[in-house]
């Protein structure tokens, strides 16, 4: 998995709480494999970004010329909620997206970023507001995330402090993968799995 | 110390914690769908195998057409949808996983043929890559969806890392009005609580108005647990769990049985047992609901009017409102039952069940159906108990399409789409934009309100059809 220490990018505002993974990426777009050649970026917001004829919609924050480069979204609040759908972050890694601002997110849509070296920062509501008011009052302006001293730099310079879990944040900043940190306890969990089957024989 | 259901069930699963409180938790049975194929993808990358096949298994339900099964794969909707059906058999095929592919009798959605097997029992923990895993925890289990990276590690592992989450004990007193099914309980709960309402939470649905639902109207309830944000849905299970399971095909036999049920029995929370929240529902208030707008909160009972998002308090909710009020071309003050129904469709994970069929028969017998509408049962072997009822005879002489089993138009992802600007009343689960194809307008009800609007072609209150209102 990828570390994640600092990320200085463009933040591009969206102005909408309850953004629930249907919107992040449509479910017909579920069905395409992914590779290195082609990216679940075309499919990020689709419908809120292209028209019924595939045309981006002006409007969308994202087909603006200043937030195009966006690696950063701050959104309203429960960002991600609704299917489990990894894709959702798949279509925002793609993108170019590597952390989202929000007020709370979907529980499963949450841990996927972080399975994915993506940063999901927790900043409360009025934060967050602010954060998109400044966003928008300077189209094309960066936030500075740094992950060791949880802090968000809004465009003004002020520092905005976030939590994020310890043993998240570990793997994070160290790109650990969970399936190597699993297998090193392979002796414990053969020993469970020995004692639990064993109360529990159909189970086996 | 008195503990919570979820409690037992965790403190039974973890093989070690960390300092910081990352616990390693053994999955007991993990299901895989046509979904899945990133996970298993990723795994064959990484040069890994599955570790304990039989702890696994696999259905082919969200990618499956309806029509034309005779002819198996070759009916699906295009070759995307064929190669994901073709790629589950294939992955289970090099893992040695157990899979119940299009044709196989035990086919269904993943969610009905859990509890159905018999492989959901009360005090496992079961995953799936699929937020709807919920649902079984109406058996008394602990179970969550997840995403595809941590379906990886499962598959590779059979353990997960979990933070543990907190519990919310939502109760429903008192006694549900006739006509007034789990469908509806569970709307009111999101309707009172919202869609992040019990976010970081297992939810624990308790009182009398849950313990006097069937095994099937608690599945429905537990199916929508993560519609008000929770990570799991759980019931205490009880002598109508144990018969539910008795003699299923992979419920456990003999002495086994007999085990499983003294391990059961010690599962129910104790008196005393602390939750870090509480909600209190009024069961004998209630009445049947629908959605109006684009998110499952968005629920009101059927005598309600839209309401002006002038008057929510909450400014994202006003926005919410306003943006589903033009996506849904509804207005405010209208009433429910003005509303104008194009489509119908009962089935999906929540309302697919047998007594689900049922309850819709019981409407449509001896009506006729005035919109387009169909029937996808939950899995093929309740399509063929509900032959064996004549259920199927009810649907087809009322103008309802029988169709075999599957996801369906719960998210149309086989192409069972509503098209755009139609109008759907729906037993499903979410009513989000474009769920049931692009532009498409859903709204979410029980089976019995379905039927309802399928013989008169508008919201329509069930209770007064039965009366002969109509
Ligand atoms: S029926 Fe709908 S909610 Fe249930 S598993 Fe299938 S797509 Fe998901």
Same mark, same amino acid.
């Given at each position: ?27 017909? +777009? ?17 419908? /809120? ?10 409007? +969308? ?19 991600? =909620? ?22 709370? +997110? ?11 070296? /993506? ?8 934060? =967050? ?62 020993? +469970? ?12 | ?20 409180? $990352? ?8 299901? *895989? ?20 096949? &039989? ?8 990618? *499956? ?12 909707? !295009? ?19 157990? #899979?119940?592919?299009? !044709?196989?009798? %035990? ?128 019931? @205490? ?10 003699? &299923? ?32 529902? $009024? ?15 968005? @629920? ?37 039952? $003005?509303?104008?129904? $194009?489509? @119908? ?24 159906? *005035? ?12 399509? %063929? ?18 169709? @075999? ?37 859903? #709204? ?13 072609? &508008? ?12």
């Amino acid at each position: 998995m990828k570390s994640f220490t600092t990320l200085t990018a463009v933040a591009a505002p969206i102005e909408m709480a309850n953004i629930d993974t249907d919107r992040v990426i449509p479910v017909r +777009f579920l069905r395409k494999l992914r590779s290195d050649k082609a990216g679940y970026d075309p499919y990020l917001f689709h419908d /809120m970004r292209f028209d019924n004829d595939g045309r981006e919609k002006p409007d +969308f924050v994202l087909n603006q010329p200043a937030y195009r480069k966006a690696g950063i979204i701050v959104a309203g609040a429960n960002f991600g =909620c609704g299917s489990s759908r990894e894709g959702a972050v798949y279509a925002l890694l793609d993108y170019g997206i590597r952390a989202v601002i929000a007020p709370s +997110f979907g529980d499963i849509h949450y841990a996927n970023e972080l399975q994915n070296g /993506m940063l999901p920062v927790i900043l409360p509501e009025e934060i =967050c507001r602010g954060l998109r008011d400044q966003l928008r009052a300077k189209p094309g302006a960066s936030l500075a995330i740094n992950l060791s001293a949880q802090t968000v730099i809004d465009t003004e310079g002020f520092a905005h402090p976030f939590t994020i879990d310890p043993v998240y944040k570990e793997r994070l900043l160290k790109g650990l993968d969970d399936i190597g940190l699993v297998l090193e306890n392979t002796p414990v969990i053969e020993s +469970f799995e020995h004692d639990y089957h064993a109360q529990r024989p159909w189970l086996a | 110390m008195a503990l919570t259901m979820f409690d037992k069930i965790w403190n039974s699963h973890v093989i070690l914690e960390k300092p910081g409180g $990352d616990a390693l938790l053994h999955i007991d049975r993990n299901f *895989v769908h046509e979904g899945s194929f990133h996970a298993f993808g990723a795994l064959a990358k990484e040069g890994r195998k599955v570790r304990k096949p &039989r702890q696994n298994f696999a259905v082919a339900d969200h990618y *499956v057409p309806t029509v034309g099964r005779e002819r198996g794969v070759e009916a699906a909707e !295009d070759a995307d949808a064929r190669n994901m059906i073709r790629l589950l058999e294939e992955n289970c095929r090099v893992n040695d996983i157990a #899979h119940y592919g299009i !044709d196989d009798d %035990r086919q269904g959605i993943v969610h009905v043929i859990g509890p159905e097997l018999g492989l959901t029992q009360p005090g496992l923990t079961v995953t799936c890559g699929d937020s709807h895993t919920s649902t079984h925890g109406a058996l008394g289990a602990y179970a969550f969806g997840t995403g595809a990276s941590q379906l990886k590690q499962i598959l590779a592992t059979q353990c997960l890392w979990l933070k543990r989450p907190k519990t919310l004990r939502i109760v429903v007193n008192g006694q549900l009005a006739p006509g007034v099914t789990g469908k509806d309980v569970v709307l009111a709960i999101i309707a009172k609580i919202g869609t992040a309402g019990a976010t970081g939470h297992v939810i624990e649905f308790a009182g009398s108005a849950i313990s006097g639902l069937t095994v099937e109207g608690r599945l429905t309830v537990c199916n929508m647990a993560i519609e008000a944000g929770g990570r799991a849905g759980m019931i @205490a299970p009880d002598d109508k769990v144990y018969e539910y399971l008795h003699g &299923r095909e992979f419920s456990p036999k003999g002495a086994d049985w007999d085990r499983a049920l003294a391990q059961w029995r010690t599962l129910p929370s104790d008196d005393g047992a602390r939750f870090d929240r509480e909600v209190t529902l $009024d069961g004998a208030k209630l009445e049947p609901m629908l959605t109006w707008g684009t998110s499952p909160e968005e @629920a009101l009972p059927v005598s309600g009017r839209i309401p002006d998002p002038k008057s929510l308090g909450d400014a994202n909710q006003r926005a919410h409102a306003e943006q589903a009020l033009a996506y849904m071309d509804l207005k405010p003050g209208m009433a429910l039952t $003005d509303i104008q129904i $194009d489509r @119908a469709f009962i089935g999906s994970c929540t309302n697919g069940r047998i007594e689900d069929l049922r309850a819709a028969a019981a409407v449509l017998k001896g009506r006729k159906a *005035v919109i387009q509408a169909w029937v996808s049962p939950g899995s093929t072997a309740l399509k %063929r108990q509900a032959e064996a009822e004549g259920l199927d005879k009810i649907f087809l002489d009322a103008g309802v399409e029988w169709r @075999a089993s599957g996801c369906s138009s719960c998210a149309a992802m086989n192409g069972d789409k509503v098209p755009p600007g139609m109008r759907s009343a729906s037993t499903s689960n979410r009513n989000f934009e474009g769920r049931q194809g692009k532009g498409a307008r859903t #709204h979410l009800m029980s089976p019995a309100m379905t039927a309802a609007a399928i013989v008169t072609g &508008r919201v329509t209150d069930v209770r007064t059809l039965a009366a002969g209102k109509h």
